[in-house]
T-cell receptor
Framework: KNEVEQSPQNLTAQEGEFITINCSYS?????LHWLQQHPGGGIVSLFM???GKKKHGRLIATINIQEKHSSLHITASHPRDSAVYIC???????????FGSGTQLTVLP | DGGITQSPKYLFRKEGQNVTLSCEQN?????MYWYRQDPGQGLRLIYY???????QKGDIAEGYSVSREKKESFPLTVTSAQKNPTAFYLC????????????????FGDGTRLSIL
């Protein structure tokens, strides 16, 4: 079964800092998702990618298929970015998403 | 606005009791999913449904049951056979069920937190 490892588990940053969250996985995949979970528990899909890089506002997601690694970057971080960020991967063999345990991000004003 | 509605937000279960968590979507999605989230762990798949009147077990289906009588609705029943039901439950949906929901974004509800009295 595919394993998904995220690092760090917890991250505290000052407002304005550049943030990187990492995700590594163990088998071949066809898609990788980055999700954001708000303090109340609701989850929002941020990105779905299978190669290269995607950007949305201050968020950037990259993936390196050969190295089985993805990163989520947040530029000019803000306290409203405080949330749990979750990486999930999809492989054809498993035919379902496998989720990482999440990274708790706290951005201080 | 289209979305997924889960209710209730908080639910308490007595020993030996079955409880049902509601999930409704107005996104016209064919596929729906139930996940369980425990502290420090990733989401785990309980059940999923690719089409009305059909559903499949996920990794942790024991002690749970579902139905899919309407496209919009996918209720989850936590039965008394589930010995450790305290968790956060999330419902999700996606447009195309053919690929198991991985090659397209999943839309999530706000979750139901279940606790034992």
């Amino acid at each position: 079964k595919n394993e998904v490892e995220q690092s760090p588990q917890n991250l505290t940053a000052q407002e304005g800092e550049f943030i990187t969250i990492n995700c590594s996985y163990s088998v071949g995949i066809s898609a990788l998702h980055w999700l954001q979970q708000h303090p109340g528990g609701g989850i929002v899909s941020l990105f779905m990618l299978s190669s290269g890089k995607k950007k949305h506002g201050r968020l950037i997601a990259t993936i390196n298929i050969q190295e089985k690694h993805s990163s989520l970057h947040i530029t000019a971080s803000h306290p409203r970015d405080s949330a749990v960020y979750i990486c999930a991967v999809f492989s054809g063999s498993a035919r379902q998403l496998t989720f990482g345990s999440g990274t708790q991000l706290t951005v201080l004003p | 606005d289209g979305g997924i509605t889960q209710s209730p937000k908080y639910l308490f279960r007595k020993e030996g009791q079955n409880v049902t968590l509601s999930c409704e979507q107005n996104l016209n999605h064919d596929a729906m999913y139930w996940y369980r989230q425990d502290p420090g762990q990733g989401l785990r798949l309980i059940y999923y449904s690719q089409i009305v009147n059909d559903f499949q077990k996920g990794d942790i289906a024991e002690g749970y049951s579902v139905s899919r009588e309407k496209k919009e609705s996918f209720p989850l029943t936590v039965t008394s056979a589930q010995k450790n039901p305290t968790a956060f439950y999330l419902c999700a949906s996606s447009i195309d069920p053919r690929t198991g929901g991985g090659n397209q974004p999943q839309h999530f509800g706000d979750g139901t937190r279940l606790s034992i009295l």
